[in-house]
């Protein structure tokens, strides 16, 4: 029997890159799959592809910035499934410039778009996981939330803030048997940033991991043994510089 049969992800940000990944690594595994997204052509295309691996997804389409979206996701998945397995908040968006070029449009952008994000889909799926008295709540962090980049403080900052949540949650939500955990890869060959500090040449020439790498990680946390809780991954490049 497939690992995750049976069980329901909820997937942020799945119309590309890791978000895209990870739901066709869980729906291998057999898990039913709510996704959302901003594009619903990429969305569409993705249940597409889980069809073909035999299980369900519902296509919610929408910004996870707003309230209004998480809300929606939730009662979405409620109506198809009747709870919430596995919710990964992936949403995110970066920014790479230093300080003095940042503008506060730049930061509102960043922190909400990566910290908000992650707040208002976790709100609402984890009174779902509380009743259940079970689920696993998974937040893409990064190396950037290990430890700070030069010319990356502002993101940085979105990304211990993301770690700082999902420390908290751990304490907060394990007497109701939920586990929460963080992803933490270094640079992913996808679309992410691209115009913001990367570019598509340099990410296409880069030795940076591959999505499909880092929903290899996912897919190990959301398989864990049910007694154990995995706390955080921290994932770099075997290309990355020894000194």
């Not at 040449?201 to 940076?208: I, L, Q, T």
Request: some cysteine; charged content about 20%.
């Amino acid at each position: 029997m497939a690992k995750l049969q049976g069980k329901v992800a909820l997937i942020t940000g799945a119309s590309s890159g890791i978000g895209h990944a990870a739901a066709l690594a869980l729906a291998g595994e057999g898990a039913d799959l709510v996704v959302t997204a901003r594009r619903n052509d990429r969305l569409e295309a993705l249940a597409a592809e889980a069809a073909l691996l035999g299980v369900k997804t519902v296509c919610v389409t929408g910004d996870m910035r707003e309230e209004a979206t998480a809300k929606a996701v939730v009662a979405a998945a409620l109506k198809a499934y009747g709870r919430i397995d596995i919710l990964i908040a992936n949403a995110g968006v970066g920014n790479y410039k230093n300080l003095v070029d940042t503008s506060v449009a730049d930061y509102d952008e960043m922190m909400d778009g990566n910290m908000k994000t992650s707040w208002l889909i976790t709100r609402h799926t984890v009174p779902v996981m509380i009743a259940q008295k079970d689920g696993l709540i998974l937040l893409l962090s990064s190396m950037a939330g290990v430890y700070g980049f030069a010319g990356e403080a502002t993101y940085s900052a979105t990304k211990f803030a993301q770690m700082g949540f999902a420390q908290g949650l751990d304490k907060e939500l394990r007497p109701h048997g939920i586990k929460v955990g963080t992803i933490n890869p270094g640079g992913v060959k996808t679309e992410f940033a691209i115009g913001k500090g990367r570019t598509e040449p340099g990410v296409a020439a880069s030795e940076m991991l591959e999505a499909e790498d880092v929903a290899q990680a996912i897919l190990f946390a959301a398989t864990q043994p049910k007694l154990a809780r995995i706390i955080q991954i921290q994932m770099r490049t075997m290309a990355e510089s020894l000194t």
